[in-house]
């Protein structure tokens, strides 16, 4: 008998494993248990491509709320668009320095 098994749940379906990765590692800097699920099958499949394997980020179904939150910000926060005060160009809120020059986001 296991002691205090919580269930997991998944909270969200990452485009891949390198995203699913830094968003457990963002869950862990909010003290939410995280974990990624589903790039054994990758290995497993061999012949199919990589993008049809789904990688997951799974957490515990009592910090799932919690987790949502995070991620919420984090989907949001890469929508936004961000002005490079070095070169004036428009980059994407996911690239955290400008694509053009190479200038850090103004707010890191
Ligand atoms: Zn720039």
Wanted: with cysteine; proline share 3%; glycine share 6%.
């Amino acid at each position: 008998m296991r002691e205090h098994e919580e269930a997991w749940c998944k909270v969200y379906s990452a485009a891949n494993a390198l995203e699913a990765h830094s968003l457990t590692g963002l869950l862990h800097t909010h003290r939410i248990e995280a974990q990624t699920r589903g790039e054994s099958l990758s290995a497993a499949a061999g012949e199919l491509p990589a993008n049809v394997v789904e990688v997951s980020v799974w957490v515990r179904v009592s910090q799932h709320t919690q987790a949502r939150a995070v991620l919420q910000d984090y989907e949001q926060a890469a929508e936004r668009e961000w002005q490079c005060p070095q070169c004036g160009e428009d980059n994407a809120g996911s690239f955290e320095i400008c694509w053009q020059c190479g200038a850090e986001h103004p707010s890191l």
